[in-house]
Each structure stands twice: as C-alpha cells, then as structure tokens.
C-alpha cells in the first residue's frame, strides 16, 4: 500500500483494556495542509482513539503511529454527509411533489435526519468494527 492510500497520526499509548487500546492523538500543525485533513476527523487538537489489536507486544505511553485506510475516511464521509444531504434533498422533493406546504416540507427533511442518525447510531458498533484502525510501535 503505498503512502498516499493511507493516513497516519502519531500517537502515545493511554490505556490498555479487554483488546482495546486506546491512543491519544496530538494533532499538530500540519493537518492543517493535509490533503486528507478533513476526511480523517483527527483535525481536534487531541483525539482518542481505539484500537483493536494484539495488547501483549504494547505498554502504556509507547509511542505509536495509527494508520486507517484513506478509503475507510471517504466511507466515513458518505455516511456522515453525503447520505443525510440526499436523504434531505429527497424528502423535500417529495413533500413538495406532494403539494404539502414549504414550511413544513422543510421542517421534516430536517426531522428525518433524527431516524437516520438513531439508524446510524444503533449501528455503531458494527461501523466502529469496519473503520478499524492498526497501530504500528515506531
């Protein structure tokens, strides 16, 4: 996999517990220039994240990189921007064929979101399972 299909944060081991680690990201400056900088969503200035991983080879503050693949920020994309703008966009397309009022046309394409983002919600885990993250010692 070459460099460009994949984004890496430098991070320190905070706690390790029951196959999860969990690293603390210190975000710097140069995010800011990042192609990527705003499909990763480690643009805060410090971040925790998990990850699945063998715990027995890890301590508690090594030093880390995390890696996710550039693809998996694109999906994380779709699904947290993409799909709530055309689910909006549709349903007052909808409403409005339908000859209900702007108003309120446009205050359900708002309340529809709230089924999405339960769905997405209920759903967590399996998602949290697919963007799995993999450190490697540095």
Do not use: W
Request: hydrophobic residues 45%; proline residues 1%.
């Amino acid at each position: 996999m070459s460099h460009n299909d994949k984004i890496e944060h430098i991070g320190v081991i905070s706690e390790i517990k029951d196959g999860i680690i969990k690293v603390d990201i210190n975000v710097q400056s140069a995010c800011a220039s990042c192609h990527a900088s705003g499909v990763c969503g480690v643009d805060s200035s410090n971040r925790i994240i998990e990850v699945f991983a063998n715990q027995s080879q890890y301590n508690i503050g090594d030093q880390v990189k995390v890696v996710i693949k550039q693809r998996l920020g694109y999906v994380a994309l779709l699904l947290g921007y993409v799909v709530p703008f055309f689910v909006i966009v549709l349903t007052l397309v909808i409403f409005l064929k339908l000859g209900i009022s702007e108003g309120i046309s446009g205050l359900f394409s708002v309340l529809i979101l709230i089924p999405y983002y339960i769905t997405v919600y209920l759903f967590r885990d399996k998602i949290k399972k697919e963007f799995n993250f993999e450190i490697e010692k540095i």
